[in-house]
């Protein structure tokens, strides 16, 4: 009986259920079926576009979606280049314009790279003579001598057996006395990295903006280190004594030469046209070319290039020089900077791009050198800039607008970039007051700098930051 019942039951709640849905059905079916209208064409029209609106952001956005994939590709492949391991092979064989073998630029002790078995020795004709006396065999292994006059010293390149390339062997065959004098011959790298533009139009935008004031407009000497660079650019003033370049090369004559480093500094002293502001619009530039490709985007400089620069640089009377390059400490590269420090000749080094963890990269590091990093416009420090207790000051250095070896004009990004920008103030303020010592050189430029990061003096900006013009009556 009670199965009868809950039976009935069930059949009267699914009649009644069934009574309500078709109750609804005219309802719902009435729902779909809307009056068909011609709308005004004005409506049409302002339909029209904004469907072309939308597809034209669409397209925007899709571009843009595709410039930021490029330039996230960019950072990545050019965040593995900072170090040169990642991109060089443990050997590189340098090969002149006729085939034939100049060097191999090789990977040695503690990840650095140097010239195979070639080793430096900076002395005095006296104490090389001394040198010999006490080893005759030593001279057997001498490649070149050359005098170092403004100096006051020889460089003398030896090269050794491989079972004496290391540093602990040869100081077992030579004699103690030489600790002071021998180094590898290392390899240097430049400070700089090209940007992607972010935008097909970006170097048009470029026009509008202001143009910025020269650091000063004295006649100015400037000395400086790097690539060769590209004569012809049309961004080079053309007028008497605006801009007078003078380059010398200290590379083998039949080795390819690289420009792109040197041209990009060059552009941000004196880079001239709708685009570009110089910093010194009248600017003899002694440009010491030291640099040749290790590949298509790394260049390196060996140290025994790099002491003929400086030489060469003294001989021209340059008193500031230029070095966007970093690499590492070595005895003769440090007896170098002394010497020249004493000599009251004020270098400017770009402390390099390896980072937050990056051990101290030299001449930057050394004691006498003003050691430069790099901010953006917004003044917020560069992601690859060293930081540490030798930092001196910051200067713009990214995303800067420069000259490239290859005509254009483009934007470049590295603490590179930001040294000239610091070497341009100091010529600006020897030329104004000739008599003021490293000291008090240093000094003129903390009044000028404006602190960042914690007040006083810090590991990532320096004293703080530089800018355009130099300011006078402090």
Same mark, same amino acid.
């Given at each position: 009986?009670?199965?009868?019942?809950?039976?009935?039951?069930?059949?009267?709640?699914?009649?009644?259920?069934? /009574?309500?849905?078709?109750?609804?059905?005219?309802?719902?079916?009435?729902?779909?079926?809307?009056?068909? *209208? *011609?709308?005004?064409?004005?409506?049409?029209?302002?339909?029209?576009?904004?469907?072309?609106?939308?597809?034209?952001?669409?397209?925007?956005?899709?571009?843009?979606?595709?410039?930021?994939?490029?330039?996230?590709?960019?950072?990545?492949?050019?965040?593995?280049?900072?170090?040169?391991?990642?991109?060089?092979?443990?050997?590189?064989?340098?090969?002149?314009?006729?085939?034939?073998?100049?060097?191999?630029?090789?990977?040695?002790?503690?990840?650095?790279?140097?010239?195979?078995?070639?080793?430096?020795?900076?002395? !005095?004709?006296?104490?090389?003579?001394?040198?010999?006396?006490?080893?005759?065999?030593? !001279?057997?292994?001498?490649?070149?001598?050359? $005098?170092?006059?403004?100096?006051?010293?020889?460089?003398?390149?030896?090269?050794?057996?491989?079972?004496?390339?290391?540093? *602990?062997?040869?100081?077992?065959?030579?004699?103690?006395?030489?600790?002071?004098?021998?180094?590898?011959?290392?390899?240097?790298?430049?400070?700089?990295?090209?940007?992607?533009?972010?935008?097909?139009?970006?170097?048009?935008? *470029?026009?509008?903006?202001?143009?910025?004031?020269?650091?000063?407009?004295?006649?100015?000497?400037?000395?400086?280190?790097?690539?060769?660079?590209?004569?012809?650019?049309?961004?080079?003033?053309?007028?008497?004594?605006?801009?007078?370049?003078?380059?010398?090369?200290?590379?083998?004559?039949?080795?390819?030469?690289?420009?792109?480093?040197?041209?990009?500094?060059?552009?941000?002293?004196?880079?001239?046209?709708?685009?570009?502001?110089?910093?010194?619009?009248?600017?003899?530039?002694?440009?010491?070319?030291?640099?040749?490709?290790?590949?298509?985007?790394?260049?390196?400089?060996?140290?025994?290039?790099?002491?003929?620069?400086? $030489?060469?640089?003294?001989?021209?009377?340059?008193?500031?020089?230029?070095?966007?390059? /970093?690499?590492?400490?070595?005895?003769?590269?440090?007896?170098?900077?002394?010497?020249?420090?004493?000599?009251?000749?004020?270098?400017?080094?770009?402390?390099?791009?390896?980072?937050?963890?990056?051990?101290?990269?030299?001449?930057?590091?050394?004691?006498?050198?003003?050691?430069?990093?790099?901010?953006?416009?917004?003044?917020?420090?560069?992601?690859?800039?060293?930081?540490?207790?030798?930092?001196?000051?910051?200067?713009?250095?990214?995303?800067?607008?420069? /000259?490239?070896?290859?005509?254009?004009?483009?934007?470049?990004?590295? /603490?590179?970039?930001?040294?000239?920008?610091?070497?341009?103030?100091?010529?600006?303020?020897?030329?104004?007051?000739?008599?003021?010592?490293?000291?008090?050189?240093?000094?003129?430029?903390?009044?000028?700098?404006?602190?960042?990061?914690?007040?006083?003096?810090?590991?990532?900006?320096?004293?703080?930051?530089?800018?355009?013009?130099?300011?006078?009556?402090?």
């Amino acid at each position: 009986m009670r199965t009868i019942k809950k039976y009935k039951l069930t059949l009267l709640v699914l009649a009644l259920g069934l /009574t309500s849905l078709l109750a609804f059905v005219p309802v719902i079916a009435s729902a779909q079926l809307l009056p068909i *209208t *011609t709308l005004p064409n004005t409506v049409v029209d302002n339909l029209d576009r904004t469907m072309n609106r939308n597809a034209e952001r669409m397209q925007q956005l899709q571009q843009q979606r595709l410039i930021e994939q490029q330039l996230q590709q960019s950072i990545v492949t050019k965040a593995q280049l900072l170090d040169p391991l990642l991109q060089l092979p443990a050997v590189v064989p340098i090969i002149d314009n006729h085939g034939k073998l100049l060097w191999n630029d090789v990977q040695v002790e503690l990840g650095l790279r140097a010239i195979e078995r070639e080793w430096l020795l900076l002395v !005095s004709p006296s104490q090389w003579q001394e040198l010999v006396a006490t080893v005759p065999a030593l !001279s057997k292994l001498v490649q070149t001598r050359k $005098n170092l006059d403004s100096l006051g010293l020889q460089l003398i390149k030896i090269k050794v057996p491989e079972s004496l390339d290391n540093m *602990t062997m040869l100081r077992q065959q030579l004699p103690e006395l030489l600790a002071p004098y021998l180094s590898r011959n290392f390899l240097y790298q430049p400070q700089t990295s090209e940007d992607i533009p972010q935008a097909s139009n970006e170097l048009m935008s *470029t026009a509008v903006e202001t143009k910025l004031a020269a650091m000063c407009e004295l006649p100015i000497t400037l000395g400086m280190v790097d690539t060769a660079i590209l004569v012809d650019h049309a961004a080079w003033p053309t007028e008497v004594n605006r801009f007078r370049l003078i380059q010398r090369h200290f590379l083998p004559e039949a080795i390819p030469k690289s420009y792109s480093h040197g041209t990009a500094v060059a552009g941000v002293l004196a880079g001239d046209n709708t685009d570009l502001s110089p910093l010194l619009p009248s600017l003899t530039l002694y440009s010491a070319g030291a640099f040749y490709a290790q590949n298509d985007y790394q260049q390196g400089a060996t140290l025994d290039s790099i002491l003929q620069a400086l $030489n060469w640089l003294v001989e021209q009377q340059s008193r500031v020089i230029n070095m966007s390059l /970093t690499g590492p400490d070595n005895a003769v590269l440090s007896q170098v900077v002394t010497r020249l420090v004493a000599k009251n000749i004020i270098l400017v080094a770009a402390v390099g791009n390896g980072g937050l963890a990056a051990v101290p990269l030299y001449p930057a590091a050394y004691d006498g050198v003003i050691a430069v990093t790099a901010v953006d416009d917004t003044q917020v420090l560069y992601r690859w800039a060293n930081q540490g207790e030798y930092i001196d000051f910051a200067a713009l250095g990214v995303k800067v607008l420069t /000259t490239r070896a290859d005509g254009s004009i483009g934007r470049e990004s590295g /603490t590179s970039i930001a040294a000239p920008l610091v070497s341009a103030k100091v010529a600006c303020l020897l030329a104004s007051m000739p008599e003021l010592t490293l000291v008090q050189v240093v000094t003129q430029l903390q009044q000028q700098a404006l602190d960042l990061g914690v007040p006083g003096k810090d590991n990532q900006y320096g004293y703080g930051l530089l800018t355009r013009p130099l300011k006078t009556g402090l």
